[in-house]
């Protein structure tokens, strides 16, 4: 080892900054001078240290990968715990489930409990969710053959979708429950009260007449109800959500906004007629025709009562004509002159 004197190590010491620094405008001009030359200076320094960094960049991967590996074996830890945990309570819900499956299996059989009868789908893909007379509706693409009738329940995976009002050919309409026009009879799943759940145009469809002393709860289910033959019972509608003016509305559970492929279930349900069909069955004496009901076969009634009824005046007016006629026919003749 060199031993310089101390006045020699301070002249150095003293030189280094300036020699760098011409070094570096050294190195500036020659590269503004000769682009080339400076390329092929940098290229061969970058091939003389790319084995040097992949040398030592070899040891930090594997590093990394050591480290990750440990993250994944304290995540894999986690998750395994968590599960036993899970399959824990799955296991006692699993009990419970078999005991109440045994004690429904049992209450069937000692009641004589007939099952409902299975029920026929049918598969359709939404073509189209505008047009029509109605605000809320999607047009279903359901092939030729098909055997779709009006009536029909509309659901998704998740719920209720909505009920079909119109059939054509080869496609069908069905109405959502979020149209101002559709009215779904609903039970409130915890307290079992009756309501109507009626479509606003709107994302979510307004609850309304419940029973007095039994309002909705926040988040409480919302299924059907078979009141007026309309709805088969307890399909799934939504939850219960109160808007900012404390209006009692429903979140529904079928994703009205996304709807894609809909299952058209047939209940074999006949609460709401057509009204074509309404006014024939309403007025069947109506169809014949006028020569015939006045010839001697076919005699036109004299009571006002034999006469098929078709509103709630006409029914309050056949039974007082009955009752009339009654009186009269059970009254005893006058023989006097």
Do not use: C
Not at 48 to 61: H, N, Q, R
Not at 105 to 117: E, M, Y
Not at 317 to 332: F, G, I, K, L, S
């Amino acid at each position: 080892m060199i031993r310089l004197s101390i006045s020699a190590r301070q002249a150095l010491a003293k030189l280094t900054l300036p020699v760098l620094i011409a070094a570096a405008f050294g190195l500036l001009l020659l590269g503004k001078a000769d682009t080339m030359l400076a390329e092929r200076v940098r290229m061969a320094l970058s091939d003389t240290l790319v084995p040097i960094y992949g040398v030592l960049a070899e040891p930090l991967a594997s590093a990394r990968r050591v480290i990750e590996s440990g993250e994944r074996l304290f995540a894999v830890a986690r998750e395994n715990d968590r599960l036993r945990e899970e399959n824990e309570r799955l296991r006692k819900w699993q009990a419970v489930a078999l005991a109440l499956d045994a004690e429904n299996a049992t209450l069937r059989a000692n009641l004589h409990w007939i099952p409902d009868p299975a029920v026929t789908y049918v598969t359709a893909r939404v073509v189209a969710d505008a047009g029509g007379e109605y605000a809320r509706s999607v047009l279903l693409s359901v092939g030729p053959n098909h055997s779709v009738t009006k009536g029909q329940i509309a659901l998704d995976d998740r719920g209720l979708v909505g009920r079909v009002t119109e059939v054509g050919a080869r496609s069908a309409r069905v109405l959502l429950i979020s149209d101002m026009n559709s009215r779904v009879p609903v039970t409130l799943e915890g307290s079992r009260a009756r309501a109507m759940l009626i479509g606003t145009n709107g994302p979510r469809p307004r609850l309304m007449y419940w029973p007095e002393g039994t309002p909705p709860v926040e988040g409480e289910r919302v299924v059907t109800s078979a009141e007026a033959n309309a709805f088969p019972a307890n399909l799934p509608v939504g939850t219960v959500h109160y808007n900012a003016s404390n209006v009692a509305e429903v979140e529904p559970a079928a994703r009205l906004d996304r709807l894609e492929i809909i299952r058209l279930f047939d209940y074999g349900l006949h609460g709401i007629l057509p009204p074509e069909a309404a006014r024939t069955a309403e007025r069947p004496n109506l169809e014949r025709p006028i020569l015939e009901r006045q010839s001697p076969e076919h005699p036109v009634p004299d009571r006002i009562a034999d006469r098929q009824p078709t509103t709630v005046a006409d029914r309050q007016q056949t039974m007082t004509a009955d009752r009339q006629q009654t009186m009269t026919a059970d009254r005893p003749m006058d023989r006097r002159h």
